[in-house]
DNA sequence: CACCTTCTCAAGCGGTTTCTTGAATATGAT
DNA sequence: ATCATATTCAAGAAACCGCTTGAGAAGGTG
């Protein structure tokens, strides 16, 4: 092998690596994936979710196909899609991570979508994990009911977030000092920071969980599926 | 904050996530990252590294110096650029390991860069300190010496791929019995490999250390700066 | 079979990225 | 000061990407 043809292999093998960084270097496909980490989806599903077209979301899930971060299943006339693997969730973290840790710019912007969060009691896996071994504590999911039945932390309520008139009932049975903890999609997601709130008009303080059920499960935490 | 404006941030926000992976999206800056994760280098040496241009270079650098995946210092006339953080080498090594796993296409790729490999003995981070801990071994460094400097394995020796003869001085004052084990940057670099043909050619035999240095780093492995 | 739903594809516009070339800038040495 | 070295910048050509529109394919239903 020539110089030349050795030159050659490398470009093409590391064009190769960063192709697989090319599908996660758009910002509707992060959504996707973001998404499709707490559960596989439709097409239509996923365009809902992200708020995109149907054609426009199928052209990136195509893109995310080709270079092999997502695989579909087909159930009639429905197609859906997932992570191809749990490799693709640790991967998709670590750029998240890095992306929070690295840019204020970031932050910023997380500011502007998430609103001010100063104001809500937070609590990590590992916090939550040495309370639960203490004591009970009310776990409630707040995300889409299909991504409850996908995956959930044992034990969790759902309550989906356009549903949130379910904690009236939930909290009117609960001692006074029962501690309840929400947690929804992941640090970037909002659906938890509504039910605290709502929790909060009712009088009741309420922790967020600062992970979701991907972070979860990849740290080796276990997870419910179904009902 | 409307339907529409919060779309609009939740968009920003993930445009940014996705500009750090479009960061890592072209092959020549994944190589500069795999360069860099050895240890920092001049804007002419990485060029060299990659075996592009100085100014184009120098283009992809800003790139992802712009993104915040590397940062610069300067000496003299020098540049030096440096990964930002572990961070960045972190994700770039999960991105890799994804895109390994999950495309056979990869492996067909870096078969073509590193030839047939399959003659080669290999030995992981794990067994290598299992067996670090039940006796001695010779660890030899195949990487520029520049390399070896900003850090190398405790106890390794450096042989600077382009040195090899510094094999036959090495070698004639060891046991038979003696195992030799060497690395180089990592799974996607040969200079370990052309090492180990090297010593099989004097009749000795020698085992390929998976990981290099920067896998090693991550793991928790101890490393030595300097000489 | 006709018809509906769900998804994919093709074409095309506008914008971005990559690489090259040649000039400009910044620092150090004489 | 003048020159050399190291790096960056600017401009332009070719290729690529993202989004839209409208048509097409694949599967299920009456």
Redesign the pocket.
Known sequence: MTTREKRAAKDALFEGFATIA?GL?????AEIVEVLAQGER????T?EAIG????????????L?RVGLVA?R????????RVASEQVVETWLALRRLAADQLDHIEDLARAYLGDRDDLEVISRHELETKLRERDLVLIDVRPAAEYVSGHLPGAISVPPDRLELLDDLVSNLLPEDEIVAYCRGPYCVYADDAIRYLAGMGRRALRLVEGVPEWRLDGGPVEKGR
């Open positions: 090319a270097a758009s910002g509707r496909r439709t097409v239509e599903e365009a995109q077209t149907l054609a426009n979301t199928s052209h990136h899930l195509r893109t196909a579909t087909r159930d009639g006339t429905h197609i859906y899609y």
